[in-house]
């Protein structure tokens, strides 16, 4: 007599992803440990203890930026922000090398933001900024002559009316303004993290040259694809 076949046994049910904290003042502590152990990981890669895979250096590079980012959108200053400084020194370093430049022009951005809310001493926020103008010159020819704040709104106070009149200007973001040729021109800046979803960000091209004729006005369609990439409406 053949003994019955054992049942299957069930399929564990797959478990769902663990979510992020809702509550902020846990999620400003889970990222402020978070950023000290990336810190640690890219401290002990960077002076030999440790070496990391060029990927996951790359990836913590970029998470470190992260974690940057969410602590200066939220108003915190984390515990290992002392040690920052030292960690981009010794990541800019290898500035050189192709891997790493990208991500390092993040990390580098967000250290910049990060400066603007006086997380540094000012001797180390001097160096970041010197790095940032440094590092700059490998994604763009010029970083842009930096255009007066009166003298754009004065424009967008003629444009918008006559050629925008279904949108109603907030307030301005940055601005850059390009001389006659052919330039990659940079202009970084932040957006604060309690952006009302009723705000959109909108790139507007203006040749200021001849405001009275609606050819002044360019919307490069590629440039409007990159902002929806990131979740932006034009």
């Not at 049910?13 to 999620?27: F, G, L, M, S, Y």
């Not at 290898?94 to 540094?120: D, P, Y």
């Not at 001389?179 to 940079?186: A, I, P, R, S, T």
Request: aromatic content about 8%; hydrophobic content about 40%; overall charge neutral.
């Amino acid at each position: 007599m053949a003994n019955a076949a054992s049942p299957a046994p069930h399929p564990t049910p797959p478990q769902p992803p663990p979510q992020a904290p809702t509550d902020p003042k846990r999620a400003l502590t889970v990222n402020a440990l978070r950023l000290k152990a990336i810190g640690e990981r890219l401290r002990d890669h960077l002076s030999g203890m440790s070496i990391l895979p060029v990927g996951e250096f790359v990836h913590l590079t970029y998470a470190f930026a992260r974690g940057i980012d969410f602590a200066v959108s939220a108003g915190d200053i984390p515990v290992v922000a002392n040690e920052i400084p030292a960690i981009l020194r010794k990541i800019y370093e290898l500035r050189k090398e192709t891997f790493i430049q990208s991500s390092l022009m993040v990390l580098v951005i967000s250290c910049k933001n990060a400066c603007s809310k006086k997380w540094f001493q000012p001797t180390d926020s001097s160096d970041i900024l010197r790095i940032a103008n440094e590092l700059s010159g490998n994604f763009c020819t010029s970083s842009g002559q930096a255009a007066s704040d009166s003298a754009v709104l004065e424009i967008i106070s003629q444009i918008m009316p006559r050629y925008y009149p279904w949108l109603k200007f907030g307030r301005l973001i940055t601005s850059i303004e390009a001389k006659v040729g052919y330039d990659v021109l940079m202009s970084d800046f932040f957006i604060e993290r309690n952006l009302s979803r009723d705000e959109k960000i909108r790139l507007i091209v203006v040749q200021k040259e001849n405001l009275d004729a609606s050819t002044c006005v360019t919307s490069p369609p590629h440039l409007f694809g990159q902002w929806k990439g990131c979740g932006q409406e034009d």
